[in-house]
């Protein structure tokens, strides 16, 4: 523990130092080629930074905002593109907007907040699970899964929740959900587009998806390119995927993830040509909850197929759940030493 929150402490100090440097000297130089050589530097530092911990969660943790999304942010920033232009007014809000999966909303609308009632059951849920692992031994390798993937996404709730009310606090401004109830998702398209990550798809709608549809409009038709744009999209988004597994893993990549990225950017792109010709369309409409369950369960069934088999094989997913109950141990821990200190200093008679 003493030794990953060293690591976390020095990759966290050269992030700082980092970003601090993109927000005073890249934005004097021209827009493209020369400013992007000038954030090289910083992405290729942003590709090692993982590496310094054994700890799955800090490790991935790092990886997203880092690696991927301040890096892409930055290429975009090269070509005077993304969340980052206009350049925010400080370094604070350039560093949140830089680091974290938020940005300001363009024509701020009055923010729904969250009920608080429905964190408290994510996170109520989310122990629920931890203390289900308790009997893994006893659980079908089906549920294991399914509870393993569930933690998942209420980890990365919970994560982004806290960022998003650090970051309100701390630079003020309406910020964009990171998730919008994927498990509603009625196509593909919805899911990967509108619901699962929102950040990632708007930033490599431009950083990909644009840049790869005016070329091929070039030499080909517009759905064509349309198609080559989804996939182009897709490929990337499972070749930066590949990269996070490897530093989970720490092993050669087996391009499972890739091709399960591929495969879902093939059926996007069916879908947009079935749904292109309206008479089909009308004819096989399918009721919403049965759209439904037949987009979350081909996401679960391609996802159990392609990625779950690499996690098992490396052992990642074990020691994520034994790294989650360990830190809740240790909270617990800490929160009992803390308490026994308080009764010590107030008297018994305070408690």
């Not at 431009?206 to 549809?213: D, E």
């Not at 679960?300 to 088999?309: A, R």
Request: aromatic share 16%; proline share 6%; charged share 15%.
């Amino acid at each position: 523990m003493e030794e990953e929150l060293k690591s976390l402490i020095i990759a966290w100090v050269s992030q700082i130092m980092s970003i601090s440097y993109c927000y005073y000297l890249p934005p004097r130089i021209k827009p493209g080629l020369p400013r992007f050589l000038s954030v090289f530097p910083i992405i290729a530092l942003f590709l090692v930074l993982p590496l310094f911990f054994s700890s799955v969660h800090l490790s991935f943790i790092t990886a997203f905002f880092l690696t991927w999304l301040a890096s892409f942010k930055l290429i975009l920033f090269s070509f005077d593109k993304g969340p980052l232009i206009p350049i925010p007014s400080n370094l604070s809000r350039f560093l949140c907007f830089t680091c974290f999966p938020i940005k300001a909303q363009q024509n701020p609308k009055p923010q729904t907040h969250l009920p608080k009632w429905v964190f408290a059951i994510k996170v109520a849920l989310f122990s629920v699970i931890l203390h289900l692992y308790g009997y893994r031994q006893d659980l079908p390798p089906l549920l294991l899964l399914a509870l393993q993937f569930l933690q998942l996404y209420l980890e990365l709730e919970i994560i982004f929740t806290f960022v998003k009310v650090v970051a309100s606090i701390s630079i003020g401004c309406d910020l964009e959900p990171q998730f919008n109830k994927p498990y509603l998702a009625t196509s593909l398209q919805d899911f990967w587009g509108r619901r699962w990550n929102v950040m990632v798809p708007e930033i490599l709608r431009q950083a990909v998806y644009k840049p790869v549809r005016q070329v091929s409009e070039r030499r080909m038709s517009s759905d064509w390119a349309l198609f080559s744009g989804i996939l182009v999209v897709f490929i990337v988004s499972g070749l930066v995927h590949e990269l996070l597994f490897f530093y989970l893993t720490r092993e050669v990549p087996t391009w499972e993830v890739t091709l399960f990225f591929m495969l879902h950017g093939v059926c996007i792109a069916v879908e947009l040509a079935v749904k292109k010709k309206t008479t089909v369309m009308q004819r096989w409409r399918l009721n919403p909850v049965a759209s439904r369950l037949l987009t979350v369960g081909f996401v679960f069934v391609t996802g159990s197929w392609l990625i779950t088999p690499q996690l098992a094989r490396s052992g990642v997913m074990e020691k994520y759940t034994n790294e989650a109950l360990f830190f809740v141990d240790f909270v617990k821990h800490k929160l009992f030493l803390l308490f026994g200190c308080l009764r010590q200093v107030f008297g018994t008679g305070a408690f």
